[in-house]
Nanobody, 116 residues
Framework: QVQLVESGGGLVQPGESLRLSCVAS????????LAWYRQAPGKQRELVAS???????NYPDSVEGRFTISRDNTKNEVYLQMNSLKPEDTAAYYC??????????WGQGTQVTVSS
């Protein structure tokens, strides 16, 4: 059974940092491209960071320079370091894994709230 389990969310003040983690089980982790998405209430789910099998990363302009995605294939984990958080970063954050053969998996999400 494949599982992606996120952790690390919480309530922080603007300007603070959080580090999200996602641990995968049931897949050959190194074969998968990974990503973090987020979804705020009433909005569509959006990509915030991706990393492919060889470590190439990609970010939208909204988080470029503030968020960093990384992976540890020895631990089956992907991370999202989020710095200089803003209220508009408030959302549920989801881990996503995709293999070139088409299999995709989602985690259950972890809530990030940025508020003073």
């Amino acid at each position: 059974q494949v599982q992606l389990v996120e952790s690390g969310g919480g309530l922080v003040q603007p300007g603070e940092s959080l580090r999200l983690s996602c641990v995968a089980s049931g897949i050959v982790f190194r074969f998968y491209a990974l990503a973090w998405y987020r979804q705020a209430p009433g909005k569509q789910r959006e990509l915030v960071a991706s990393i492919n099998q060889v470590g190439t990363t990609n970010y939208p302009d909204s988080v470029e320079g503030r968020f960093t995605i990384s992976r540890d294939n020895t631990k089956n984990e992907v991370y999202l370091q989020m710095n200089s958080l803003k209220p508009e970063d408030t959302a549920a954050y989801y881990c996503y894994a995709k293999r070139s053969t088409g299999e995709t998996y989602w985690g259950q999400g972890t809530q990030v709230t940025v508020s003073s």
